[in-house]
Structure formats: C-alpha cells, structure tokens
C-alpha cells in the first residue's frame, strides 16, 4: 500500500523544533510535523495548586487549544471535552518524567496552541512541550533558583493507525479518519510508557496488532528523541 505523501509504513514525518518563539515565555517552542504546527510555552508561577502548599513539591499542568483556522473549515473558540482530555495528557507525560521535589513549590503552566492541524496534533504537542521545559527549567538552574535539572528523562510521542490492515507510524490527517484503529504512545527517554490510547473504529484489533503498534512507536519516537536533544543542544550553545 502506498501511502498519500509517499511516506513508507514505518516513516515519520518531516519533524522540526525551533526553541525561543516566544520572548517573554520562560520556555517556548515551535514544533512541526508535516503539516501539523504546533506552539508550546511554558510559564513559571511561584505557587501551587491548594492541594500541594506546604509540601516543598512542584507542578506541571498544561492547557490544550487549537486555533479557528488551524483546520479547513473554523472551529468555534473555547475549551471541548476533548481538549480537557488531551491537556490531561500532555500534564501526565510531563509530570512523569520531571522530579517535581527539585522544582520547589513552584507551577509550570506549558500551553499548547495548535497553529494548523494535519493529525497528531496531542503527540506533537507533547513531544514540543518537552523542549520548551527543558528550556525553562534550565533557566532556573543557570539563574541558581534551583540546584540541579529535574528532569530525569526525555518524553515524546507520537500516533499510529491501522489502515486497509497495515500498521502505520504517524498518521496525517486524511490516514486518520480512515484509520480503521487509531493509537497514541508516549513514552519516556527510557523506554518505559507513559500512555497508550488505543481505539477501534470498525472492528477490534488483535494483541498482535497492538505489540506491532508498540513496536513502529518505538522506532518513531528515538527518532524524535534525537531531534529533542538537538534543539536542546541549540540551547545550550546561547
């Protein structure tokens, strides 16, 4: 099966992850995958929710949103039970990998606003994010707030889909709503997994569809793993 960009089954996107967008965010990022665009801030607020005051621990919490126009046809401002479900998402993969005892009991607000939307926007986000807390969290470490970075391992993410029975590594737009099952892996610089949303369309898949889907996620995300670092190496050469 030929895919509609001429892409393999096991080929991502072209990715890129452009740090600094934003001059006043303490971390910010803009990350494009094909034609998905993606821009992540992240603020830095001295206070907590309620629920940790007094505890010396921090939190990472995120907000989702896409833009009218990022779609064909404008989507109505405002927050959806789907973006509720996907800021979730991006919080959860976060918070899973930072060392929130280190950050003190301070808030990172990271928020995703979808510029244009060609599928795996969520993935892409969480993937964006990522970078843009490396870059704000370094910032306290070099200004002497903090003693050590955090973060104990890299998180991305990425989507998969089952289309006319094969297995297929990032899916676009037009793939996506044909999927006959749709999949999103997060999973952390380690190996480990963060979360698996799987979901059938037609009918249901097989355990071994899922260990193939685990398996071309896998690949996919060292890969942006690699495109992590090197955004972050920019970084650190300022």
């Known amino acids: 099966m030929r895919r509609i960009d001429?892409?393999?089954?096991?080929?991502?996107?072209?990715v890129a992850i452009k740090s600094g967008i934003q001059s006043f965010a303490e971390g910010s990022v803009l990350i494009e995958i094909g034609q998905t665009r993606?821009?992540?801030?992240?603020?830095i607020e001295d206070k907590v929710p309620p629920f940790l005051r007094g505890s010396g621990t921090g939190w990472i919490t995120a907000e989702y949103a896409m833009l009218p126009r990022a779609t064909p046809t404008r989507n109505?401002?405002?927050?959806?039970?789907?973006?509720?479900?996907?800021?979730?998402?991006?919080?959860?993969?976060?918070?899973?990998?930072?060392?929130?005892?280190?950050?003190?009991?301070?808030?990172?607000?990271?928020?995703?606003?979808?510029?244009?939307?060609?599928?795996?926007?969520?993935?892409?986000?969480?993937?964006?994010?990522?970078?843009?807390?490396?870059?704000?969290l370094d910032g306290l470490v070099r200004a002497g707030?903090?003693?050590?970075?955090?973060?104990?391992?890299?998180v991305a993410a990425t989507s998969v889909g089952v289309l006319q029975g094969r297995v297929l590594l990032d899916l676009c737009?037009?793939?996506d709503c044909r999927a006959e099952a749709d999949f999103n892996v997060a999973m952390t610089g380690r190996g480990e997994l963060v979360e698996v949303q799987g979901t059938a369309e037609n009918k249901p898949f097989s355990r071994e569809t899922?260990?193939?889907?685990?398996?071309i996620a896998d690949n996919g995300i060292?890969?942006?793993?690699?495109?992590?670092q090197e955004a972050i190496d920019k970084l650190k050469s300022r």
């Open 145 to 154: 707030v903090i003693a050590d970075m955090p973060i104990k391992s890299a």
């Open 210 to 215: 899922l260990d193939a889907v685990l398996t």
């Open 222 to 228: 060292k890969h942006l793993f690699q495109v992590q």
């Open 76 to 136: 109505t401002r405002g927050v959806s039970g789907r973006s509720q479900e996907i800021q979730r998402l991006i919080g959860r993969s976060l918070r899973s990998i930072a060392d929130l005892a280190q950050v003190g009991e301070r808030s990172l607000v990271v928020d995703c606003d979808v510029l244009q939307a060609d599928g795996g926007t969520r993935t892409a986000a969480i993937t964006g994010s990522y970078v843009a807390l490396y870059q704000a």
């Open 38 to 43: 993606v821009l992540c801030t992240v603020t």
């Open 173 to 175: 737009y037009e793939e």
């Open 6 to 14: 001429g892409r393999n089954f096991d080929e991502l996107r072209p």
